[in-house]
């Protein structure tokens, strides 16, 4: 998927990665800066299309630290990256993280980690990206809201259901009041999840039995 979005200044590239078939999202401005969002594994497909399109990477943004939203940092040390203070711990734990139960190891620069609470603000082209604190799949869990009509909401909402709450740092209560947190934005949003297909803020209130309770 190549698209332009919010009013036509901005590129997507999604790629599908890994084994539990996670979406990372390439978020292009016009000046071919890029933002990456959740890379999930080290797939050469993916370097080799920001090479090839001449596209120059200048952060990376975790929306959890599920190793399969996180395994990727590896092909982008030199990169800052962006994850809630909450779930930074995740990334020093295979327990926390479930890379236990496929035998991965989550590589990381410290260096380059920036944490962040709940409304932090990241420039990126005219815009910025705005961190929601999006609990209850995870402690830390982020959506990224970028120009007032763009949600990346990893595992916290998906379309017609929300993410799992059993693993480590997973609450129901705080999924129940994520999703009100989401509903309670004024006017409708693009919505582009951690797996499976984009959808809308509008679709979800009328659709997602999560949204309808």
């Known amino acids: ?72 940092l590896k092909q982008f040390l030199s990169l800052p990256a962006y994850i809630h203070e909450f779930d930074k711990e995740m990334l020093d734990s295979s327990k926390k993280s479930s890379a236990n139960f496929f035998n991965k190891d989550i590589e990381y620069n410290e260096e380059n980690l920036i944490t962040f609470s709940d409304g932090f603000k990241i420039p990126f082209g005219s815009d910025f990206f705005t961190a ?24 916290a909402i998906f379309a017609g259901t929300v993410g799992r709450y059993d693993l480590f740092g997973g609450s129901e209560e705080k ?3 994520t999703v009100q947190k989401i509903a309670n934005l004024s006017g409708n949003y693009s919505i582009y999840p951690g797996h499976g297909r984009p959808t809308s803020l509008e679709d979800e209130k009328k659709t997602n039995q999560y949204f309808l309770q």
């Open 132 to 155: 929601i604190h999006t609990p209850g799949h995870t402690k830390g869990s982020t959506t990224y809201l970028l120009s007032d009509q763009t949600l990346f909401t990893g595992d």
């Open 1 to 72: 998927m190549e698209k332009f979005f919010s009013n036509g200044k901005y590129r997507l590239k999604k790629f599908v990665l890994g084994q539990l078939k996670t979406n990372c999202y390439l978020i292009v401005d016009k000046n071919d800066d890029c933002a990456i969002v959740d890379p999930g594994a080290c797939d050469p497909a993916l370097t080799e299309w920001i090479r090839a399109n001449g596209i120059n990477p200048r952060f990376v943004l975790l929306t959890h630290g599920h190793f399969d939203h996180v395994l990727g």
């Open 175 to 177: 999924t129940k009041q």
